[in-house]
C-alpha cells in the first residue's frame, strides 16, 4: 500500500443503523457505536482502551528501545509469530476480517481507518495502436463505477467491517462530513448499476471502433480486447479477491482479462516503473495509506487525478483531463478561493467531476489492525496506523522499561529504490524511514513539526518559536497557542526574497528581479531556530546540521525542473510548475540564528498547517531527511548520466534508479564519493559556497565515507534512530537508537491515548406529518459526557425512502453529552410514506475523527 504525500483519512466509526419490524415498540435505540457490529468489528472507543501505560521517567535521547530488527512476514502469519514470539509487533494494519482472531489470540492491537483500495487505471492511448485502451476513454472509466458493487466486496471480503468509497476524500472524515450531502447525492446516482454500465461501456466501445461478437466479447483489429490486470496477492490477502470480483465484472460486460497476480515488489516496476502508453498494463488494484492524519483534503483531487500531482509518476502523467476538473483541482491545491463558501462549492463541484474522469476508481475505506504483543506499548495514527505515525517511533517500547531489543514484522520492504527525491513512498518503507528523521507535520515543508496523531495538527519539534501573518479575510483558524498569529490586509514580498533558480548560473531569482513591481503573498511564516541549533542536532555520520543543508533541500526543489540544469528530469516539470503557481518565495533571513520565511498564495485552513520550517526533509514530500552532501554524490551520478532519482528518467535513459541503501548504485556513488572528497566538492558553488567553506565540506565527505565503511549505505538523518544494518535481498533491516538524538525518548509521550466520541440515538420508531419529532443524542467518551467546549460540531442528515437527502442539519445543544435533532412538521409532510433515516455526525475537536451513527424509523400519514 502507498503512502500518499498530503493525503487524509477514514472517519472512525462506522453507522450501526437498526432495522424496523413489526414487533418493534414505538420508541427504539440505535445502537451504540462502542458496541461491536454483528461483522464482530470492533468500535473506536473499543480500541482505544488499549491506551498504552505513562512512559518512565528517564534522561535517555534517541529511542526507547536499543534495537529494531525487521523482516517481511506474511499477514496470515502475523498472529501465530505473535503468540510464538518470533515477534512482538506486526506494523501493518491488517483487513478488518482478522479481529476476530487477533481477540481471540489476547492481543493487544491499533486500529486505524486511513486505508483504501481503488482500482488504478492505464489512462495512456498506446504506442501499439492495434491494441485498443479501453481506459483512456474517460466514460469507460466513469461506467466502472456503476459495475462495482462496494457494498457486494465490503461484506464479502471485509466482513462488513469496512466502509464503500467512491471519493478522493476520506469517507465519514471532516471533509466529507462538511460536503456530506453532495456525497450522498453522489454515491445514489453512481450505485451499483450492472445495466447502465454495459450500456455505457456498449456505446463508448463501438465509437472506438470495437465489436462485439455473438459471444459477447469485444474485440478490435480481429483480436479480443484483452485487459492485463494487475493483481496484488500479498499484503493483507483483500485485493487478491478485490481484483478477482472486479475482473468477473469486466468479463461479465465483454472483456477478455489476464489476471496477472503481482506482489507489491514485482507490480510497482510496471504501473509505476514503465511509460503507460508502453501498454504493458490496463489496471491495477492500488492501495493507499495517508502519510497522517490530514484535515483539509482539498489537495487530494490533484493528488489523486491529475497530471500536475506531486506523485510526477505515471499512470498520473498521462491523464488528459476535463480542463475545468484540471483547473479545479489546481485551484484548490493551490488555495485559489477567497472564502470558505466558495472552496466548499469548488470541492462539491470537483466531487462530481472525480467520477466523471475516474483515474481510478475507489472501492474500499477500510478499517486495519496492527496486532502486537502485551508488553509493547505502540503510539499509532488514527488514521495512517502504526506505520503511518510521525510521533511512533519516538514512542515505541518495551512497557515499563528502558532498552532491549524488538522484532517487528511487516508486509513488504525495498519495494522501490530509497532516495528522498522520487524514491519508495510505500508505506512499509516510509515508516522506517522515519524513524530515521526529524517530524513532519504532514505537509510539505513542514519538516521540524511534529504531526500530532490524534488531530493531523502540527507541534514545534526542532524550531524556538514561529510567526504566521494571513492577509485578511482568508478562512484560516488558529488552533494551539504555541506560534503568534497576525492578518494583514497585504503581505509584501520583500526584494531580496528567492522566488526561482536560474540553473545556468547556479543562483536564485530574487523578487526584485522577478516581479519588478512588487508582489504579495496570502500567508506568510518566520519561524526562528535554537542559538544552539548546530551544536545540538546531528546527523546520524556525527555532522552537525548546517545552514547548509537546508538550503542545499531548496535548491533541489528548484534545480531539476530546469532544462538548464545538468540534473534536469523533464518528468518532475508538472508538479513543479503546480507548485510555482503559488510560490511566492523563500527567504533566509538570518543563518545564526538560522531564520527563514516563507511566502505563499496557497494556504491551509488550520494556522498550524502554514508554519513551514523548511527543514531539510524530502523537498517532494516523500520521508526521510537530506544531508547536502548526499544530494551532491547523488547529483553526480545523475549528471554522469549513471544513475536518476526518477523511475521515469531511469527507464528513458536505460539507467539504474538511485538508491541510498542497495543495489547497483551503491559502488556508483562510493566512486562520486571519493571524487567529490578529493576535490572538495562544493555542489552550486555560486550560491551554497556562501553556506558552506571548504573545511566544512571536507568534514562532511570525510563522516559520510566512514559512515558508508561502517553500515554499507548511505541513508543518514536526525531521528531517533539510525539505520544500522540494510539486507535488501532478505528484505530485512536494523534500526539502532541515536543517543547523540538531542530528542528526550519520553518528548512525545504525551500521545497516549485519542479522546473517541461515542454516540447513541434516540427516537420515534414512528413519525408523521402532522407533528414535529425529536430525536435524542447522547455523546461520551468512556461512559462519561463529552463536553460541549470539545465538541466543534453535532450535524444531522435526514433521508428518505430512496435515500435521498431530505435535509442537513445542525443539532441542539441540551447540556455536556445530549444535544437535539427537531424533524418539524412541515419536513416530515413533504416524505414519502415508508422507511427513513436519520444519519448522525460529531465533530469533537481534541481527535480529527467524527463520530457517525444512525437511526431508521417509518414515516406514516
Known amino acids: 500500500m502507498r503512502s500518499k504525500v498530503l493525503y487524509a483519512t477514514l472517519g472512525l466509526l462506522m453507522i450501526a443503523s437498526m432495522i424496523l419490524s413489526a414487533c418493534q415498540p414505538a420508541t427504539q435505540t440505535a445502537a451504540p457505536t462502542e458496541e461491536p457490529a454483528m461483522t464482530e468489528a470492533p468500535s473506536a472507543t473499543e480500541a482505544a482502551t488499549e491506551a498504552p501505560t505513562q512512559a518512565p521517567k528517564t534522561d535517555r535521547h534517541g529511542g526507547w528501545l536499543d534495537e529494531i530488527d525487521v523482516s517481511v512476514i506474511a499477514g496470515d502469519s502475523a498472529i501465530s509469530q505473535l503468540k510464538a514470539g518470533d515477534i512482538d509487533l506486526y506494523s501493518y494494519g491488517l483487513a478488518s476480517d482478522v479481529y476476530p482472531a487477533i481477540k481471540e489470540a489476547g492481543l493487544k492491537y491499533s486500529q486505524s481507518y486511513g486505508g483504501s483500495y481503488s482500482i488504478m487505471f492505464n489512462p495512456a492511448a498506446f504506442d501499439d495502436t492495434t491494441v485498443l485502451n479501453p481506459f483512456s476513454n474517460r466514460k469507460i472509466r466513469e461506467a466502472v463505477n456503476w459495475l462495482v458493487d462496494r457494498n457486494y466486496v465490503n461484506q464479502e471480503i471485509y466482513a462488513g467491517g469496512s466502509l464503500p468509497k467512491f471519493f478522493a476524500i476520506t469517507t465519514q472524515l471532516v471533509e466529507y462530513t462538511n460536503l456530506i450531502d453532495t456525497a450522498r447525492a453522489l454515491e445514489a446516482k453512481y450505485a451499483y448499476n450492472m445495466e447502465k454500465a454495459k450500456q455505457v461501456i456498449a456505446d463508448e466501445m463501438t465509437g472506438m471502433g470495437a465489436t462485439q461478437g455473438a459471444d459477447g466479447k469485444w474485440q478490435y483489429n480481429g483480436k479480443p480486447v484483452n485487459l492485463i490486470f494487475l493483481i496484488r496477492s500479498d499484503g493483507d490477502g483483500t485485493r487478491k479477491p478485490m481484483g478477482d470480483y472486479v475482473a468477473n465484472q469486466l468479463e461479465a460486460v465483454g472483456f477478455t482479462v489476464e489476471r496477472a497476480y503481482k506482489t507489491s515488489s514485482e507490480a510497482a516496476p510496471i504501473w509505476r516503473g514503465s511509460k503507460a502508453s508502453e501498454g504493458l498494463w490496463n489496471l491495477y488494484t492500488a492501495g493507499w495509506l495517508p502519510s497522517g492524519l490530514t484535515r483539509d483534503e482539498r489537495s487530494q ?34 488555495g485559489t478561493f477567497s472564502s470558505k463558501e466558495e472552496r466548499d462549492q469548488m470541492m462539491a463541484r470537483a466531487l462530481e467531476l472525480s467520477l466523471e474522469d475516474s483515474l481510478q476508481v475507489f472501492v474500499i475505506e477500510q ?28 514512542n515505541l517500547r518495551f512497557d515499563g522499561q528502558e532498552g532491549g531489543t524488538m ?9 522501490e529504490p530509497w532516495n528522498t527525491i522520487s524514491g519508495s513512498n510505500w508505506v512499509w518503507d516510509s515508516n522506517i524511514m522515519r524513524a530515521t528523521s526529524t517530524g513532519v507535520a504532514n505537509v510539505v515543508g513542514s519538516g521540524g513539526l511534529m504531526g500530532d496523531p490524534y488531530t493531523g495538527l502540527a507541534w514545534p519539534q526542532r524550531i524556538e518559536s514561529a510567526e504566521l501573518t494571513v492577509k485578511t479575510g482568508l ?25 526561482d533558480w536560474d540553473a545556468k548560473t547556479q543562483k536564485f531569482i530574487t523578487a526584485a528581479e522577478k516581479y519588478p513591481d512588487g508582489t504579495t503573498a496570502n500567508v506568510k511564516s518566520v519561524v526562528t531556530f535554537p542559538a544552539d541549533l548546530y551544536t545540538t542536532v546531528k546527523w546520524h555520520d556525527g555532522s552537525p546540521i548546517s545552514a547548509a543543508d537546508f538550503v542545499m533541500a531548496i535548491i533541489e526543489t528548484f534545480d531539476r525542473a530546469k532544462p538548464e540544469s545538468v540534473i534536469y528530469d523533464e518528468s518532475y516539470v508538472p508538479s513543479f510548475e503546480a507548485f510555482l503557481a503559488s510560490f511566492k518565495g523563500y527567504r533566509v533571513v538570518s543563518t545564526d540564528p538560522l ?3 516563507s511566502y505563499s498564495d496557497a494556504y491551509n485552513a488550520d494556522a498550524e498547517l502554514n508554519i513551514l520550517p523548511l527543514w531539510p526533509s524530502s523537498p517532494t514530500g516523500l520521508s526521510g531527511e537530506n544531508s547536502w552532501q548526499v544530494f551532491a554524490i547523488s547529483n553526480l551520478a545523475e549528471e554522469n548520466g549513471e544513475l536518476a532519482y526518477t523511475s521515469d528518467k531511469a527507464d528513458t535513459n536505460q539507467i539504474e534508479q538511485t538508491s541510498w541503501v542497495g543495489g547497483p548504485s551503491l559502488e556508483i556513488l562510493a566512486k562520486y564519493l571519493d571524487q567529490a572528497e578529493s576535490e572538495t566538492y562544493i555542489p552550486f558553488e555560486p550560491t551554497l559556497g556562501q553556506y558552506l567553506t571548504k573545511e566544512e565540506a571536507a568534514q562532511r565527505y570525510a563522516s559520510l565515507k ?8 548511505f541513508w543518514i538523518g536526525t531521528g531517533p534512530y539510525y539505520l544500522d544494518k540494510v539486507y535488501t535481498t532478505e528484505k530485512s533491516l536494523v534500526l539502532k537508537q541515536f543517543a547523540d538524538s538531542s530528542d528526550p525518548s519520553d518528548e512525545w509521550a504525551v500521545f497516549s491515548e485519542p479522546k473517541l466520541a461515542s ?4 427516537g420515534p420508531a414512528q413519525v408523521s406529518g402532522s407533528a414535529e419529532s425529536i430525536f435524542d443524542v447522547m455523546v461520551t467518551f468512556k461512559d462519561q459526557p463529552y463536553a460541549q467546549a470539545d465538541i466543534k460540531q453535532v450535524k444531522y442528515i435526514l433521508y428518505d425512502a430512496s435515500g435521498a437527502v431530505v435535509k442537513v442539519g445542525e443539532a441542539s445543544f441540551v447540556s455536556d453529552g445530549q444535544y437535539q435533532v427537531t424533524l418539524d412538521a412541515a419536513t416530515l409532510a413533504q416524505m414519502p410514506t415508508g422507511s427513513a433515516r436519520l444519519e448522525v455526525a460529531v465533530v469533537p475537536i481534541p481527535v480529527a475523527i467524527p463520530a457517525f451513527t444512525s437511526i431508521d424509523f417509518v414515516v406514516v400519514p
Open 706 to 713: 566512514k559512515w558508508y565503511e561502517a553500515h554499507g549505505h
Open 759 to 762: 454516540i447513541q440515538l434516540d
Open 475 to 499: 478562512p484560516v483558524t488558529k488552533n494551539l497557542d504555541w506560534f503568534t498569529m497576525k492578518t494583514a490586509d497585504s503581505i509584501e514580498v520583500p526584494g531580496d526574497t528567492w522566488v
Open 301 to 334: 483531487i490533484q493528488q489523486m487525478y491529475l497530471n500536475s500531482s506531486v506523485q510526477a509518476v505515471d499512470p498520473f502523467i498521462s491523464n488528459v483531463s476535463d480542463p475545468e476538473f484540471q483547473k479545479l483541482g489546481d485551484d484548490l491545491a493551490q
Open 367 to 394: 478499517v486495519q489492525y496492527s496486532p502486537y504483543n502485551n508488553n509493547v506499548q505502540v503510539t499509532y495514527d488514527l488514521a495512517a496506523g502504526v506505520e503511518g505515525a510521525y510521533a511512533g517511533p519516538y
Open 595 to 597: 531564520v527563514i520565511e
Open 407 to 415: 522484532k517487528v514484522g511487516t508486509v513488504d520492504l525495498f519495494t
